[in-house]
């Protein structure tokens, strides 16, 4: 048994955190260094103990057969997420209300069925050091059902709700670290590696794709690309 059960999970305690919004067409972030490159806007501040909240919703189908058995089949539902911001921001302005008029210094805003469309950019930075970046890979529908004022600042929730691309991926993500003088590298991997005579070893037999079933069903692995992204697809 560990010794410390919170040991390595230090990775887990969020430091602060930070959402981005990108309502042009064509986001970029630097892959080596986790930069926000153009025109892209946080969402605002956000209060001290807020909480972030993803929603991937998987509904199950039962189909009741002869003999007491049953078949389930899965469809995935709506990926959604919400963020609570500080009123203030431009951009959360423009959520709340994206046709607005503006005559002679006067507002004029149109209660419509309009949403507010934009790449999200969620930042996580933990206290090991660790910053993660998970972005929207097409424009997420953001609104505003809300608006609470008193007193005191008072957060509003901006409900997002992502989408597929043709590819079939809504977001994807990258960790990065920093260290001690402010330098930010991408997080590299330790175990993976790329072997340049794999399909060699496993002729030879110092190699092995694992067994991927419980009935020891071996599948051959066929490596393919989809873009920027290398998959792996069992035959």
């Not at 309502?23 to 930069?35: E, N, R, V």
């Not at 509904?59 to 919400?82: E, F, K, R």
């Not at 993660?132 to 097409?138: D, F, K, L, P, Y």
């Not at 993976?192 to 991927?212: H, L, M, N, R, S």
């Amino acid at each position: 048994m560990a010794k410390s059960r919170t040991e390595g999970l230090d990775i887990k305690v969020l430091e602060d955190k930070e959402t981005l919004l990108f309502f042009g067409d064509d986001p970029k972030i630097d892959k080596a260094t986790g930069t926000f490159v153009g025109g892209w806007h946080s969402a605002g501040l956000e209060p001290a103990d807020s909480s972030w909240e993803l929603s991937r919703e998987v509904t199950a189908n039962t189909t009741n057969l002869t003999g007491g058995q049953s078949a389930t089949s899965y469809t995935n539902g709506a990926l959604t997420a919400t963020t609570n911001v500080i009123p203030g921001s431009p951009a959360l302005d423009y959520i709340e209300w994206p046709e607005t008029a503006e005559d002679g210094g006067t507002l004029y805003r149109k209660h419509s069925s309009k949403v507010a469309k934009a790449f999200v950019a969620r930042v996580h930075k933990f206290q090991s050091g660790i910053v993660g970046i998970m972005v929207s890979r097409e424009k997420a529908d953001l609104t505003v059902a809300t608006r609470t004022t008193s007193n005191d600042p008072a957060a509003r929730a901006i409900a997002i709700t992502y989408h597929n691309g043709d590819d079939g991926y809504a977001v994807e993500e990258m960790f990065y670290e920093i260290s001690e003088d402010g330098a930010v590298a991408q997080v590299t991997s330790k175990v993976f590696q790329t072997v340049a005579d794999v399909a060699t070893q496993i002729t030879a037999g110092t190699a092995f794709i694992p067994d991927a079933s419980g009935e020891g069903t071996a599948m051959e692995a066929t490596v393919v690309s989809d873009g920027d992204a290398d998959l792996i697809t069992l035959d």
